[in-house]
């Protein structure tokens, strides 16, 4: 079973304010991801980390930002919440060599903006 | 031209029956991987299968199996004897690239199948 984290599961804030969402995990994975997902629709990545001080834009722009200062913490900020950021942002993380390399994914955290 | 592509966006299938959900990608790299998510009404995205591009033989886990068709670029998922408990979305995905390379697990996903089992 994954030992990934996302928190918080659900939150509904007002436009304009600062929101961080938390990811850890606890199994020394160098890479991790973020992903937003539309309901019913597929995943875009919005940014991806090979390890500590390494971050980057995913394929799908976002106006968010994320930080790798430790190897199992990856939180994304958004400065300034608007409606159109409302989706589920869902993180994971990987690491070669660990059977097929697939990522595993924490539950996810569905955000309204309002 | 999108690099996964699936074409069921809902299937209904009888408990206990099996079901094939359809995947066909597009790549020019030779060396890639393939795999199946799971995520249930709850969001979170489970991995059931996966599917190397030199693979010889198609991957089994359990009840889920990949029906590979390289030349074909697919690589269906037969779920057998369907379950209540297999309702749920399900996506394809991509790894293009070989796994051992810097950066390069990144993943393309499918726009998914929503699965419903009837009892």
């Known amino acids: 079973e994954a030992d990934i984290y996302q928190t918080p599961r659900y939150l509904v804030i007002g436009t304009g304010k600062k929101i961080t969402l938390e990811c850890s995990q606890t199994m020394g994975h160098d890479k991790m991801y973020w992903y937003q997902q539309d309901p019913g629709m597929e995943l875009h990545l919005i940014h991806y980390?090979?390890?500590?001080?390494?971050?980057e834009k995913g394929d799908l722009s976002s106006e968010s930002t994320v930080s790798r200062i430790r190897t199992e913490h990856f939180p994304l900020t958004l400065e300034s919440a608007r409606p159109s950021h409302t989706s589920q942002y869902l993180c994971a993380s990987s690491s070669r060599g660990v059977s097929y390399n697939e990522q595993f994914f924490g539950p996810g955290t569905r955000l309204t903006v309002l | 031209a999108q690099k996964i592509t699936q074409t069921q966006p809902g299937m209904f299938v009888q408990e206990k029956e099996a079901v094939t959900l359809d995947c066909t990608y597009d790549?020019?790299?030779?060396?890639?991987?393939l795999f199946w998510y799971k995520q249930p009404s709850s969001g979170e995205m489970i991995f059931l299968i996966y599917?190397?591009?030199?693979?010889?033989q198609n991957a089994t886990e359990g009840r889920y199996s990949l029906n590979f068709q390289k030349a074909r670029k697919s690589a269906n998922l037969v779920i057998s004897a369907s379950q209540l408990g297999d309702s749920a979305m399900y996506f394809c995905a991509m790894r293009e690239g070989p796994s051992t390379n810097f950066g390069n697990e990144k993943l393309t996903f499918g726009t998914g199948t929503r699965l419903t089992i009837i009892p």
């Open positions: 980390s090979y390890g500590v001080n390494s971050t």
């Open positions: 599917q190397g591009s030199y693979d010889q």
């Open positions: 790549t020019s790299d030779p060396s890639y991987g």
